[in-house]
């Protein structure tokens, strides 16, 4: 626990070991973020079993925005069969190269957030090839620059 500061530590330290989990942080690196990654035929993955996501902020967000997608897709195919499945594989294509870039930005400042004794320089070096490299204020335009259409409207 060295590194944490002092509030965090007495809180901790007054815990009984029986109340104290650890849990690990499950994600997949952005290369993984394929349309397989949300299911395959009549079979859709979304949220977090399709793109698990350090804890930065993302994962209900990009979970609405799988289900506004999902939508979106069984909206616009008109009978099921294979002009749904068509929706879907379109579905997964477009989600797919999306998350790919936001697993690549939040698995950065996850790392981050967790190196705590290494510099900003060491850390830029450090980065894993899957991790990307705009500013904050460019992620947070490219997440939030969504323009979300009525589903009824389709």
């Not at 510099?119 to 992620?139: G, L, N």
């Amino acid at each position: 626990m060295a590194g944490y500061c002092d509030k965090v530590l007495k809180v901790i330290a007054g815990t009984p070991g029986t109340c104290l989990v650890e849990h690990g942080i499950y994600t997949r690196p952005a290369s993984a973020m394929t349309p397989a990654a949300y299911g395959t035929g009549r079979v859709v993955v979304t949220g977090d079993a399709a793109h698990p996501l350090r804890p930065t902020g993302q994962g209900l967000n990009q979970a609405m925005e799988d289900a506004w997608g999902l939508g979106a897709a069984l909206a616009g195919s008109a009978a099921i069969g294979e002009g749904q499945l068509a929706g879907l594989q379109e579905f997964r294509q477009q989600r797919a190269q999306r998350m790919r870039t936001v697993v690549a930005f939040t698995t950065a400042v996850g790392e981050a957030a967790y190196t705590r004794s290494t510099s900003k320089e060491q850390a830029e070096q450090e980065r894993a090839p899957d991790t990307a490299k705009m500013s904050t204020e460019d992620f947070l335009n490219f997440c939030y620059d969504v323009n979300f259409e009525r589903l009824g409207d389709l």
